[in-house]
Protein backbone atom coordinates (compact mmCIF):
# COMPACT_ATOMS: atom_id res chain seq x y z
CA UNK A 1 0.00 0.00 0.00
CA UNK A 2 1.56 3.39 -0.51
CA UNK A 3 2.66 5.21 2.48
CA UNK A 4 4.59 8.32 1.76
CA UNK A 5 7.65 8.48 4.80
CA UNK A 6 8.01 12.31 5.90
CA UNK A 7 12.10 13.24 7.43
CA UNK A 8 13.99 16.18 8.51
CA UNK A 9 12.14 18.20 11.52
CA UNK A 10 13.48 18.99 14.09
CA UNK A 11 13.72 21.99 16.85
CA UNK A 12 14.72 24.61 15.86
CA UNK A 13 15.04 28.99 16.88
CA UNK A 14 12.69 31.55 15.15
CA UNK A 15 13.90 32.60 12.54
CA UNK A 16 16.14 29.62 11.15
CA UNK A 17 15.08 27.45 8.09
CA UNK A 18 14.32 23.84 7.52
CA UNK A 19 13.90 21.58 4.32
CA UNK A 20 11.60 18.13 4.90
CA UNK A 21 12.06 15.14 2.32
CA UNK A 22 9.27 13.05 1.32
CA UNK A 23 9.91 9.64 -0.25
CA UNK A 24 7.96 6.23 -0.30
CA UNK A 25 9.65 3.17 -0.48
CA UNK A 26 8.48 1.01 -3.60
CA UNK A 27 6.08 3.14 -5.67
CA UNK A 28 7.24 6.33 -7.61
CA UNK A 29 6.01 9.73 -6.62
CA UNK A 30 5.81 11.13 -10.40
CA UNK A 31 2.70 10.26 -11.37
CA UNK A 32 1.59 11.88 -8.32
CA UNK A 33 1.13 15.54 -7.16
CA UNK A 34 2.61 15.51 -3.46
CA UNK A 35 0.58 18.00 -0.69
CA UNK A 36 2.51 18.92 2.82
CA UNK A 37 0.38 19.30 5.55
CA UNK A 38 0.64 20.22 8.98
CA UNK A 39 -1.06 19.67 12.27
CA UNK A 40 -0.90 21.33 15.57
CA UNK A 41 -1.49 20.46 18.54
CA UNK A 42 -5.51 20.26 19.16
CA UNK A 43 -6.07 21.63 15.39
CA UNK A 44 -7.33 19.83 12.28
CA UNK A 45 -4.61 18.76 9.84
CA UNK A 46 -4.41 21.84 7.07
CA UNK A 47 -2.56 21.83 3.49
CA UNK A 48 -0.04 23.90 3.60
CA UNK A 49 1.77 23.61 -0.05
CA UNK A 50 1.35 21.14 -3.03
CA UNK A 51 3.32 20.57 -6.02
CA UNK A 52 2.05 19.00 -9.52
CA UNK A 53 3.25 16.48 -11.25
CA UNK A 54 4.61 19.31 -13.56
CA UNK A 55 6.26 20.89 -10.83
CA UNK A 56 3.69 24.31 -10.05
CA UNK A 57 3.73 24.55 -6.68
CA UNK A 58 0.53 25.88 -4.79
CA UNK A 59 0.41 27.63 -1.07
CA UNK A 60 -2.92 27.16 1.21
CA UNK A 61 -1.93 29.38 3.99
CA UNK A 62 -1.04 33.02 3.59
CA UNK A 63 1.23 32.56 5.78
CA UNK A 64 3.53 30.54 3.73
CA UNK A 65 3.65 33.16 0.87
CA UNK A 66 7.65 34.03 0.36
CA UNK A 67 8.82 31.61 2.95
CA UNK A 68 7.86 28.24 1.87
CA UNK A 69 8.21 26.40 -1.37
CA UNK A 70 8.18 23.18 -2.79
CA UNK A 71 10.28 21.24 -5.02
CA UNK A 72 10.75 17.08 -6.50
CA UNK A 73 13.50 15.29 -7.46
CA UNK A 74 11.92 12.03 -9.91
CA UNK A 75 15.17 10.64 -10.24
CA UNK A 76 15.67 10.61 -6.62
CA UNK A 77 11.60 9.78 -6.04
CA UNK A 78 11.88 13.04 -3.45
CA UNK A 79 9.78 15.54 -2.84
CA UNK A 80 10.59 18.88 -0.35
CA UNK A 81 9.45 21.46 1.92
CA UNK A 82 11.47 24.28 1.99
CA UNK A 83 10.93 26.45 5.13
CA UNK A 84 12.51 29.64 5.56
CA UNK A 85 12.07 32.05 8.37
CA UNK A 86 10.09 29.73 10.55
CA UNK A 87 8.10 31.35 13.32
CA UNK A 88 6.63 29.70 16.30
CA UNK A 89 3.08 29.27 15.11
CA UNK A 90 5.07 26.88 12.45
CA UNK A 91 5.41 24.50 14.96
CA UNK A 92 3.31 21.51 14.04
CA UNK A 93 3.62 17.89 12.65
CA UNK A 94 4.20 17.75 9.17
CA UNK A 95 2.90 15.02 6.39
CA UNK A 96 3.37 15.05 3.05
CA UNK A 97 0.63 12.58 0.89
CA UNK A 98 0.03 11.65 -2.70
CA UNK A 99 -2.61 13.25 -4.65
CA UNK A 100 -4.66 13.58 -7.79
CA UNK A 101 -4.11 16.82 -8.09
CA UNK A 102 -3.53 20.12 -6.05
CA UNK A 103 -6.94 21.21 -5.68
CA UNK A 104 -8.34 21.09 -2.16
CA UNK A 105 -11.00 18.30 -3.02
CA UNK A 106 -8.32 16.20 -5.20
CA UNK A 107 -8.15 12.66 -3.84
CA UNK A 108 -5.65 11.28 -1.48
CA UNK A 109 -3.49 8.13 -1.98
CA UNK A 110 -2.35 5.79 0.67
CA UNK A 111 -2.61 6.18 4.62
CA UNK A 112 -0.89 8.94 6.12
CA UNK A 113 3.01 8.41 7.35
CA UNK A 114 4.00 9.41 10.73
CA UNK A 115 5.12 12.64 9.61
CA UNK A 116 7.90 14.79 10.56
CA UNK A 117 8.06 16.95 13.94
CA UNK A 118 8.79 20.88 13.51
CA UNK A 119 9.35 22.62 16.70
CA UNK A 120 10.30 26.16 16.68
CA UNK A 121 11.12 28.25 19.86
CA UNK A 122 11.47 31.77 20.11
Known amino acids: QLQLAESGGGLVQSGESLTLSCDSS????????IGWFRQAPGRERDMVSC????????HFLDSAQGRLNVSRDNTKNMVYLLMNNLRPRDTALYYC???????????????WGPGTQVTVSL
Open 97 to 111: AARGGCGKNSQRFGT
Open 51 to 58: ISTTGLVT
Open 26 to 33: GFTLAPFS
